[in-house]
């Protein structure tokens, strides 16, 4: 039987976007308070240095200075001032040492941020410089070790086994065994090796990162941009050795997150300056100033694939290698979720996976939008479009005869449920009309087309609470921490309400996060919310519905009809009065991996599948190519809104554009030398200029809120490995490096043709 939905379905705009449209809408950069203090960060300028001195006095006596803050002062009302949610490895300010070029070292307090900036540049910092490394290979071995000593945090019991190691630069260290792979190539038929690596990147949400602390009597209240107000004020209180209840966080809108907002970033600073100094404290960090904070990963991936002599792959070797920069952030769990993906939606028998975080002296990495999975698969579909060619294969035809089927095992050991891997990749041959003939064009300019497919486990363990309350008129009040940054959470959570109460979508209100009002939610990252917190949403709504049954029951309403929210609150109390609250709270079933074999039997509640399809133009005379059609195709459940789903899969598609052909932070010996918008280059809407159509497969996740999943990430997935499969369509020559820039694509046709 098939349920008709009224609310889940509808392509609504989203709630706030008259607020977005019309400019009123709030965000935490608009935010002033009276007598607030502004803070400006001064800066490391060498990548790994003992600290000998740092001179304030010119800075402190700079008219309109209120206060320079060191480490030290901060080390007098907070004794062990370091965070981190794998390690806590990172000082609030630094301490003893540097470990990278643009870590914060102090901060200059004025009422004005103008004065403040024109302060810091007044401090002097005296280093003895120390060795240091920057690639993720080299700092496997060099005898430069960016931290003496480290101390886990115990956050996430999937990383409770870390231990703080001496004299190497491993963060992690992450293996999955499934079969006997070295058996398996032993006996291979086809036997191909290839390395790639991709670049260290940036977020650059347009909104940049910014935190207000104002101290209260034993409290603290933050205004902050973030995708996590749980874990910051659990993180606060961490530090401060407080209850939770004395630490609030509120957020706004955010101007785009896609994971540089996740966990502590300026959100400790700001608590203990405002401590220091009994003041509200903003700080704002500048566009430049981001690319000190947190960033993508660049990794060197190293695969290798046995094939017997049908093209069935046989076995699957992969060694991943994360440079995680100077403090580890999230970095160990992106190099332990996403690895063990590392080997692709492929059905192998046997597969050895080694994932390694690294530390460096670079800026440190997390997570960002796809959690490792996009640097994966431009690695592993690459190779697989490498291996088609090696057979004389169709590219298609090589996948389809290895895809990873529901019924099967993952490399895990956890048997594949509502995955649609297949349909997904049937699909985007269809819309890209595989089987017909292709122009390859003529003269300078080439044609070309590729695909490329990958899939990606949610994380978890996670969990998610909400709350609903119902006032006297029917109307309703959705809290919950999840934060919308831009990808519609607010207006998808609202339609699950109303689904499940049975209203309409304009009548559920969405409380922004407050930590104070709205309950607990891990995170806004992951492409986790719609099922996470949408579950526990409809959950929250079905409580609801349980008590107003009850008291139906009680006020003797006739059983036989249905009878609105304020009908029967009105009944129960004789007039417009009382109030109900529903609460859900939802946590996946999990099983952790194995720390030897990394087997687990149930990894993850729900999986990802995207693929991409491009056709291509490559100039033969300049490199340069010109993508002239995009098709995405992705498995994401049942659609809770429609016109938000393709705007989420536009929207991530065009960011892996930016990775695919332009965005590399360029670095000389540690100092990034193009640490500002005019010279690292995101997408514009004029670089947009080809057709893109986004197909969403008819799907449905038996575990989601009415069968949806997440689908921020989807769009990310295929997008860099059909484009270079596209090239070496067009042009025979194969680019294993990202971005993908005009002079590698030159350089490379010039070497073929030079034999």
Not at 475 to 485: E, F, Q
Not at 691 to 700: A, G, Q, W
Request: aromatic content about 8%; some cysteine.
């Amino acid at each position: 039987m098939t349920t008709k939905h009224t609310e889940f379905g509808r392509s609504i705009p989203r709630i706030e976007s008259k607020q977005k449209v019309s400019g009123t809408a709030e965000y935490m950069h608009h935010f002033t308070l009276p007598g607030m203090l502004y803070g400006k960060i001064f800066r490391s300028t060498i990548s790994h240095g003992k600290i000998i001195s740092i001179n304030t006095d010119a800075a402190q006596s700079y008219p309109g200075v209120v206060s320079v803050i060191t480490g030290e002062d901060i080390k007098k009302i907070i004794p062990s001032p370091y965070y981190g949610p794998a390690f806590l490895d990172q000082p609030i300010l630094a301490l003893d040492k540097v470990h990278f070029i643009g870590e914060p070292v102090a901060v200059v307090v004025s009422h004005s941020p103008h004065i403040a900036e024109a302060a810091c540049q007044l401090i002097e910092a005296d280093y003895e410089e120390l060795e240091a490394v920057y690639d993720e290979i080299e700092a496997l071995t060099s005898s430069a070790i960016v931290h003496d000593e480290l101390k886990p945090s115990g956050t996430f019991p999937d990383l409770k086994h870390l231990v703080g190691r001496k004299n190497t630069n491993i963060a992690l260290d992450f293996h999955l065994r499934h079969g006997n792979s070295d058996d398996a190539f032993v006996n291979a038929k086809h036997v191909f090796e290839h390395v790639f690596t991709t670049q260290q990147g940036m977020h650059t949400p347009l909104e940049p990162m910014v935190s207000i602390a104002v101290p209260g009597d034993q409290s603290i209240t933050l205004h902050s941009a973030t995708q996590m107000p749980s874990f910051v004020r659990l993180e606060i209180a961490r530090l401060l050795g407080w209850k939770e209840n004395q630490v609030r966080v509120k957020s706004a809108h955010l101007g785009g997150g896609y994971g540089a907002k996740v966990y502590i970033k300026l959100e400790a600073l700001v608590t203990a300056i405002a401590l220091i100094l009994n003041k509200p404290i903003k700080i704002s960090l500048t566009m430049e100033e981001q690319f000190y904070t947190i960033c993508k990963h660049a990794t060197t991936f190293k695969i290798k694939s046995a094939l017997d002599e049908s093209g069935k792959i046989i076995a699957r070797d992969c060694k991943v290698y994360w440079n995680g920069g100077a403090y580890a952030d999230i970095g160990p769990r992106v190099a332990q979720k996403s690895g063990f993906t590392a080997a692709g939606p492929y059905d192998i028998d046997h597969v050895s996976i080694d994932s390694f975080e690294i530390y460096t002296n670079r800026p440190p990495a997390g997570a960002i939008r796809g959690f490792g999975i996009p640097q994966l698969v431009w690695a592993y579909e690459s190779h697989t479009d490498m291996l088609a060619h090696e057979l004389k294969m169709d590219p298609l035809e090589f996948r389809t005869k290895n895809i990873l089927k529901n019924g099967a095992q993952q490399a895990t050991g956890t048997v594949i449920e509502h995955m649609e891997t297949e349909l997904v990749l049937n699909t985007l041959a269809e819309k890209m009309n595989w089987g017909e003939t292709f122009d390859r064009g003529t003269g300078s300019i080439r044609k070309g087309r590729g695909i490329a497919i990958a899939f990606k486990a949610s994380v978890s363990p996670t969990t998610s609470t909400a709350a609903i309350t119902i006032h006297g008129d029917g109307s309703c009040l959705l809290a919950m921490s999840t934060v919308d940054m831009g990808q519609g959470s607010d207006t998808a959570m609202a339609q699950i309400a109303a689904e499940t109460l049975g209203i309409s979508t304009e009548k559920v209100k969405v409380i922004r996060p407050d930590t104070d009002i709205t309950p607990y939610d891990m995170g806004t990252l992951g492409s986790r919310s719609t099922f996470h917190m949408g579950n526990a949403v409809k959950l929250a709504a079905e409580d609801v519905l349980k008590k107003f049954q009850h008291m139906a029951d009680k006020a003797g309403l006739d059983k036989n009809l249905t009878h609105s929210p304020d009908v029967i609150l009105q009944k129960t109390y004789g007039m417009q009065a009382g109030t109900v609250v529903g609460f859900g709270s939802y946590k996946p079933s999990y099983a952790p991996t194995d720390l030897k074999t990394g087997a687990s039997s149930n990894v993850t509640p729900f999986w990802m599948v995207g693929a991409t399809g491009v056709e291509v133009d490559v100039d033969i005379e300049t490199g340069h190519v010109k993508v002239n059609k995009m098709i995405n195709v992705v498995d994401a459940g049942e659609l809770v809104n429609p016109k938000i789903a393709n705007t989420q899969i536009s929207g991530a598609a065009v960011m892996q554009c930016g990775f695919t052909f332009s965005e590399e932070m360029l670095f000389d010996e540690g100092q990034l030398t193009n640490g500002s918008f005019a010279d690292y280059k995101i997408q514009g809407i004029h670089d947009v200029n080809f057709p893109m159509e986004n197909i969403c497969v008819k799907s449905n996740h038996h575990g989601g809120p009415y069968g949806a999943k997440g689908i921020g990430e989807s769009g990310t997935f295929g997008v860099s490995p059909a484009i270079a499969n596209a090239i070496y369509d067009a042009v025979c020559v194969r680019i294993t490096s990202l971005p993908i820039t005009p002079e590698k694509v030159f350089q490379a046709i010039h070497m073929k043709n030079e034999g």
